[in-house]
């Protein structure tokens, strides 16, 4: 029964970390798309204003 946890725990926390890392990343692009499409949306504003 231990050996069986000592061997499935490596995995278990790798398939955790990938997800949790998968998480972070969707998130972060994201958090970076949105402020992208703000820019874009004041520049063509700024263009129509002209």
Same mark, same amino acid.
């Given at each position: 029964?231990?050996?069986?946890?000592? +061997?499935? &725990?490596?995995? +278990? =926390?790798?398939?955790? @970390?990938? !997800? %949790? #890392? !998968?998480?972070?990343? &969707?998130?972060? #692009? @994201?958090?970076?798309? !949105?402020? @992208? +499409?703000? #820019? =874009?949306?004041?520049?063509?504003?700024? %263009? @129509?204003?002209?």
């Amino acid at each position: 029964m231990r050996a069986l946890l000592l +061997l499935l &725990t490596p995995q +278990l =926390l790798g398939h955790v @970390k990938r !997800r %949790i #890392e !998968r998480l972070v990343f &969707t998130w972060g #692009e @994201k958090m970076l798309k !949105r402020p @992208k +499409l703000k #820019e =874009l949306t004041d520049l063509q504003a700024n %263009i @129509k204003a002209r």
